[in-house]
């Protein structure tokens, strides 16, 4: 009485619309994985490249040193990576792979940065942003990552490194040790200070030094370009 | 716990696809038949054929619509002498049988009056003396097409059909609410086309259902049956293996509700009355001897409650999540954070097996209405109750359903209005 075959068929096509749309996704995030990968590539070489530039610093001068000498893709990378963190469509191996590659190349990218303001003494600002993904750790870490973004969207010289706090990565626990930061998150490093805690864009540039700092040179710039116009 | 809603999730989706993919083969398979049926029917048929047929239209408090709904009947290109009408006014409080008394001087009409029992009662008074070979019943807020009876009774020539089914489309739609109800009874109307072809129809609605008057003397009149007695009257027949079918091109009209609270209480009604009337005929579900009826389509009718509600909660709840992290971001950076539209990097595009499902379900249903309006009004037109109703019915639809279960757990009573 019951046409079983037209079941089977509907059954079918539907796994095959399941099958396919499986297939589609994990391809679709194989390509996402590969586009994080090469801007990870390309952010290892532009650390290459200012690592030559500077052994190179030596013999030729501070002034030789151009505009795009960190790289500048480790802003949107972090984002892609936040991203497929919280998306369920990436494998999870793959993502704890580009966040341990993301990690080491934001600490090279620091410590270019730190001899680089040694040598050439210039007072770039940076931030060391630790964090956790487990909101259970950290209920304060999402709202202190809408406030980093906004501050660095304000203050585009302004460098942002991020760690995952618990991590397991030997260079994140030297860097937690080096700078002796407590499991009160979120913690920032600012010019080695530690601040603990939640801190809105006003806070921290009215209590900051260096943020107060930026934001004086920002009006100042912002001020003299009128005058200019 | 998020694992077993993500394999919930995962299950209610490969349902509801299933579903789509067995009407749209249904669909394949009976487009032939459809077409010969409307070469069958557009034929001109010998008037001794048309056997006689009583229209019962139970009132209750329909002063406004039930004058239109007589002229309809009385305008009905259908042998005069052979279609009777018995007006039964069921104790309205308003003005409804004075308008019936209007009628009393036409040989064709006949009225009754009783007090208030329900409209199962004022349909059974009805059909107690009914003698004609055939018998419908016509809701009083709604009006028939000149055509509909005779695209109807001819299906009475295979001596099988018991009962024959119109489509029913939303009278004069004039608001959002109704335009929405425009598209969802196209919907309807495919639904209940493939429904017919499969056997499978558990509703003889009000609005113009045909019935042989021997299915009345054999399995008795209606019931109050969950205050929705024109369900249980279908379930009651594909009980009794006597068969169902659908004409849609007999196109009736319906009045339906201007505004939430009623379209919900409506809804709610039929859902609940669904669900009450499934459980009182559960013996018939998985059991092969009642077909698509029993093995497919009454499961899939009572799952896809729970599913559905399931799965806009579901979206509802990430929205919400969303509308947090939107909230959570304002209150610490307010408008100060500069703006950013959403990603156009193509990285940024949700590309989760969930989601790509959920769109190939989409473009599925989207294709099914393009069928349903095409059967419903013979070609595809678009008009902008499609709109409303691709992106607002979903997040209705849980209104009526949430009701409905909360009724059925905590016994409470049901009202037509």
Redesign the interface.
């Known amino acids: 009485?019951?046409?079983s075959k037209?079941?089977v068929?509907?059954?079918l096509?539907?796994g095959l619309?399941?099958g396919t749309?499986?297939m589609?996704?994990n391809m679709?995030?194989g390509k996402?994985v590969e586009?994080v990968r090469s801007i990870e590539d390309r952010v290892a070489l532009d650390i290459l490249s200012s690592e030559t530039q500077f052994a190179l610093l030596a013999e030729t001068s501070c002034r030789d040193i151009g505009p795009g000498f960190l790289s500048k893709e480790l802003g949107p990378l972090g984002e892609?990576l936040s991203?497929a963190e919280n998306?369920?469509?990436f494998n999870e191996e793959d993502v704890d792979s580009l966040k341990r590659s993301y990690f080491l190349l934001e600490i090279k990218d620091y410590l270019l940065m730190k001899r680089l303001t040694e040598k050439c003494n210039i007072h770039p600002t940076f931030i060391l942003y630790f964090y956790s993904s487990d909101e259970d750790q950290c209920e304060d870490c999402?709202?202190?990552g809408?406030?980093l973004?906004?501050l660095r969207?304000?203050y585009p010289d302004l460098r942002v490194y991020s760690f995952d706090y618990y991590y397991d990565l030997g260079a994140i626990s030297t860097l937690t040790s080096i700078y002796k930061v407590k499991p009160e998150l979120p913690a920032l490093i600012i010019n080695g200070k530690p601040y603990y805690g939640?801190k809105?864009?006003e806070e921290l540039e009215s209590q900051v030094p260096a943020i107060k700092l930026l934001k004086t040179a920002t009006s100042t710039s912002a001020t003299s370009t009128e005058e200019n116009e | 716990m998020a694992e077993f809603q993500t394999i919930i999730l995962y299950c209610s989706l490969?349902i509801s696809?299933?579903f789509e993919?067995?009407l749209l083969?249904?669909y394949l398979?009976v487009r032939s038949e459809i077409r010969r049926e409307n070469e069958w029917l557009s034929r001109p048929r010998p008037e001794a054929l048309n056997p006689a047929v009583t229209i019962v239209v139970p009132c209750f408090n329909e002063e406004k619509t039930v004058r239109a709904t007589i002229e309809s009947l009385l305008n009905l290109d259908y042998p005069k002498e052979k279609l009777s009408l018995v007006l039964v006014n069921d104790g309205s409080t308003d003005s409804t049988l004075e308008v019936l008394a209007q009628f009393k001087s036409n040989p064709q009409v006949k009225i009754l009056d009783k007090t208030n029992g329900g409209k199962h009662t004022a349909v059974n008074l009805a059909i107690e003396n009914v003698t004609s070979a055939l018998v419908g019943c016509l809701d009083a807020d709604s009006f028939v097409t000149a055509s509909a009876l005779r695209k109807i009774v001819p299906h009475f020539e295979d001596g099988s059909v018991m009962a024959v089914t119109s489509s029913i489309k939303v009278h004069e739609p004039k608001n959002i609410l109704q335009y929405i109800q425009k598209t969802e009874y196209s919907w309807s109307i495919f639904l209940r086309r493939m429904l017919s072809s499969m056997g499978a129809l558990y509703v003889t609605p009000g609005p113009f259902s045909i019935f042989r008057t021997r299915v009345f003397h054999e399995l008795g009149g209606y019931r109050e049956a969950h205050m929705t007695e024109d369900m249980e009257m279908a379930m009651r027949m594909q009980k009794n293996h006597y068969k169902i079918v659908n004409s849609h091109g007999a196109h009736v009209y319906t009045t339906t509700p201007d505004n939430i609270r009623g379209l919900v209480k409506q809804r709610a009604r039929w859902t609940y009355g669904f669900l009450n009337n499934a459980f009182d005929y559960k013996g018939l579900f998985f059991n092969?001897?009642y077909?698509?009826f029993g093995?497919?389509i009454m499961p899939i009718a009572t799952i896809s409650i729970f599913s559905s509600l399931f799965m806009v909660i579901n979206v509802v709840s990430g929205w919400v999540q969303r509308a947090i992290?939107i909230f959570?971001?304002y209150?610490?950076?307010g408008f100060?954070?500069?703006f950013s539209w959403p990603s156009f990097d193509w990285?940024?595009v949700?590309?989760?097996?969930?989601?790509?499902?959920i769109a190939?379900a989409v473009a599925l249903t989207l294709f099914i209405l393009y069928l349903s309006i095409r059967l419903a009004d013979g070609k595809f037109k678009f008009h902008r109750g499609i709109l409303y109703y691709l992106f607002l019915y979903t997040f209705m639809v849980p209104l009526w359903l949430s009701k409905a279960l909360f009724d059925t757990i905590f016994k409470r009573k049901v009202s037509w209005r």
């Open positions: 009485m019951v046409d037209k079941y068929v509907a059954f096509i539907t619309i399941f749309a499986i589609a996704s679709l995030a996402k586009d892609k991203y998306s369920t469509s999402e709202r202190m809408y406030v973004t906004a969207d304000k939640l809105t864009v | 490969f696809l299933f993919v067995f083969i249904t398979e092969k001897n077909g698509h093995m497919f992290q959570n971001r209150q610490v950076v100060n954070g500069k990285y940024f949700n590309t989760g097996v969930l989601s790509l499902i190939l």
